[in-house]
């Protein structure tokens, strides 16, 4: 059996990344494959643990270098304990964000420079990248009160002002444009089964195109 496929979600708050994550998979496994489905931070007891540190609210607030080196503290752990042992076994890896996630908030949203987060995505991740990336793009304003709808307490990030998002968004458009190889926009304003159409069509595109894996 060969390396399995690598498939990343991105999105703003409010994009649907979870019900599309369970729409793909669902389409993944009706094509005969064998998924692991994991997120970002998390995916090990590690990064889970260091998500509940990125995600809680801190009145002392953290820096923003200090949360970009904590979300490669739990990628790190996440791809060589779960993403890459999965690909190694021929399993297709489904994952809610990625590094993709890391330029659009910390690099977009927080300003960091982009040159360091590839320097450490190439340092800690061995050039390690996702095969197909799909992002669910909306406007902030609907994506924010699609998150409001839903949701009890904001976390850290999801506290953030429509403005923060606005960066995040516009980084992930650039990066959309920028590796036009990995990258499918996905407009995700759309009535649902309209996304779920186009999602499927990429999604079935792609396993057309890596029927050996």
């Excluded at 996440?78 to 076994?89: D, F």
């Excluded at 977009?108 to 991740?125: D, T």
């Excluded at 995040?168 to 009535?191: H, Q, T």
Aim: aromatic fraction near 6%; hydrophobic fraction near 40%.
């Amino acid at each position: 059996m060969g390396r399995g496929c690598f498939i990343s979600v991105e999105g703003i708050e409010g994009a649907g990344k979870s019900t599309q994550l369970k729409f793909i998979q669902q389409l993944l496994e009706s094509a005969g494959k064998a998924v692991t489905v994991t997120r970002e931070p998390g995916g090990t007891p590690l990064g889970e643990q260091i998500r509940t540190l990125l995600l809680t609210p801190r009145l002392e607030g953290m820096s923003a270098e200090t949360e970009l080196l904590l979300m490669f503290a739990a990628r790190v752990e996440h791809v060589r304990q779960v993403i890459s042992p999965a690909l190694a076994r021929g399993r297709w890896v489904l994952c809610d964000r990625f590094t993709g996630a890391s330029y659009a908030y910390q690099g977009g949203g927080r300003g960091l420079p982009l040159a360091r987060i590839e320097a450490l995505e190439h340092w800690a991740l061995n050039h390690l990248r996702p095969d197909l990336t799909l992002l669910l793009d909306v406007p902030v304003g609907v994506g924010l009160q699609r998150a409001a709808s839903r949701r009890q307490q904001p976390d850290r990030f999801e506290q953030e002002q429509a403005g923060f998002f606005e960066c995040v968004r516009k980084a992930y458009l650039s990066l959309a444009k920028e590796r036009v190889d990995e990258f499918r926009l996905i407009d995700a304003s759309m009535p649902l089964p309209e996304v779920q159409e186009a999602i499927q069509q990429v999604i079935m595109a792609f396993i057309e195109a890596n029927q050996g894996a």
